[in-house]
C-alpha cells in the first residue's frame, strides 16, 4: 500500500501581490514632489520680494504732540529703513484753521534725521499762536523715495495744554498761620495766574478753598497746636479770550502750627503788668484815701448852722413883712364883700 500526499492549499495568485506593491511606490513619491514645488515657490517668492526695489517710504506712523506748559514736542515713531545706509529724513510743516499747509520757521524741521521736531526752542517763541487751532504733517524721504504725508489731530494752546503745579513752593509756620510763597508755572505777558490753595487738619477731612492773585499767601486763624496739610493749584486766565485753565495740584505737605515763643511772652509780659498796674492803683488809692481824710471829712460834713439869734431876728422881721403884706389883701377882700359909700357930712 502506497501512500501520496493530499492536494495543497490554494495560494493567492501572484499577480494581485504584484500589483499592490508596485502602485505605493509612484503615490508617495508623486505626494513628495508637490511638497517640493511649494516650498521652492514659496523661497523663489520671498527672495523676488527682497530683491524688488523699493517704489515708496511707509508714511510716519504713532504721532502724538506733547503740551506741558510751554512745551511743545512732536514726535513719531521711526520708519523702518530694510537694512539702507543712508537715514530716512522728515519733513513737518503747519497751518492754521484757515491757511495753507508751510514748512517750519521758527525752528528747523525740514529733512532731520530724528523723529522728533521740538518747538519749545523756537526763535522767538512761542512757535505758534495759543489762541489758534494748529494742524501738522509729517512725511519720510530716503534718497528719491517719498511717502505720503501723515497728519497729526489738531491742537490748541487753551484747550490741549497741561498746566502744572505752581514751581518752588515754601511754607513757613508763623503765630497760628502758615505763610506759603510760590512762583508760577511759567511766565505769561498778557494774561494772569489765580493761584487755589485747599488745605485741611491732617486728622480731619474736610478740605477749605481759598483763592489769591498774589505769589505771597497767608492762611490765618488756624488751630494751634495741630498740624495742616495742603496742596496748590494754579489757574490761568486768558483775557483776551475770557477762557480759564485749571492746573494740575501739587504735592500733599504737612506743617505744624503753633503759637510762637515771642506772643507767649507778650501775653505773659501783659499779664504781669496789668496785675502790676491793678497793685500800684489799689496802693494809691489807700494812700491817697490816708492822707485825704481831713478834706474828705469836710467835703461830706453837713453845712454850719445860722445862729439863734439871728434865726430868731429873721423870723420876727419876715412875720411882720407878711402881716403888713396881707392888710391890703384883707381890705380888698372886705371891699369885694360890703359895698362902702363915702359919709356925707
Known amino acids: 500500500m502506497s501512500w501520496s500526499p493530499g492536494p495543497r492549499p490554494a495560494e493567492p495568485p501572484s499577480g494581485v501581490m504584484h500589483s499592490r506593491g508596485c502602485g505605493a511606490g509612484p503615490a508617495a513619491a508623486l505626494r513628495l514632489g508637490h511638497v517640493l514645488r511649494c516650498f521652492c515657490c514659496c523661497c523663489l517668492s520671498f527672495l523676488l ?9 511707509p508714511a510716519p506712523h504713532n504721532q502724538r504732540i506733547h503740551l506741558y506748559n510751554l512745551e511743545q514736542v512732536l514726535s513719531w515713531d521711526a520708519v523702518p529703513t530694510n537694512n539702507f545706509t543712508s537715514p530716512v529724513l522728515y519733513s513737518v510743516e503747519y497751518k492754521y484753521s484757515q491757511s495753507e499747509w508751510r514748512s517750519m520757521e521758527c525752528v528747523n524741521c525740514t529733512r ?10 523756537a526763535t522767538p517763541p512761542p512757535c505758534f499762536s495759543p489762541f489758534y487751532y494748529v494742524s501738522l504733517r509729517i512725511k519720510a524721504e530716503l534718497g528719491e523715495l517719498v511717502s505720503d504725508w501723515a497728519l497729526v489731530p489738531w491742537f490748541q494752546f487753551f484747550q490741549n495744554a497741561t498746566i502744572g503745579p505752581p514751581l518752588d513752593i515754601h511754607v513757613t509756620s508763623s ?12 511766565k505769561v505777558n498778557f494774561d494772569t495766574f489765580r493761584y487755589h490753595v485747599y488745605y485741611w487738619e491732617k486728622e ?30 494754579a489757574e490761568l486766565n486768558a483775557r483776551t479770550r475770557e477762557f480759564t485753565l485749571e492746573g494740575l495740584l501739587s504735592n500733599i505737605t504737612c506743617h505744624e502750627t503753633y503759637a510762637e515763643a515771642s506772643t507767649k511772652l507778650q501775653q505773659s509780659l501783659i499779664i504781669i503788668l496789668g496785675i502790676f498796674a491793678l497793685i500800684l492803683l489799689v496802693l494809691g488809692c489807700y494812700f491817697l484815701v490816708q492822707n485825704s481824710q ?52
Open 49 to 57: 520680494v527682497l530683491a524688488e526695489p523699493l517704489t515708496q517710504l
Open 112 to 121: 532731520i534725521a530724528e523723529p522728533v521736531c521740538n518747538f519749545t526752542v
Open 175 to 186: 503765630d497760628r498761620s502758615l505763610s506759603i510763597t510760590l512762583k508760577p508755572p511759567f
Open 204 to 233: 480731619g477731612k474736610q478740605k477749605i478753598k481759598s483763592s489769591f492773585i498774589s505769589q505771597s499767601i497767608r492762611l490765618k486763624d488756624l488751630n494751634t497746636p495741630s498740624e495742616y496739610c495742603l496742596q496748590v493749584q
Open 294 to 345: 481831713g478834706l474828705i471829712k469836710q467835703y461830706f460834713h453837713s453845712p454850719p448852722g445860722i445862729p439863734s439869734q439871728i434865726k430868731e431876728r429873721h423870723w420876727t422881721r419876715t412875720a411882720q413883712q407878711k402881716r403888713t403884706a396881707g392888710i391890703p389883701y384883707l381890705l380888698f377882700s372886705a371891699q369885694k364883700k360890703i359895698k362902702l359909700y363915702p359919709a356925707v357930712i
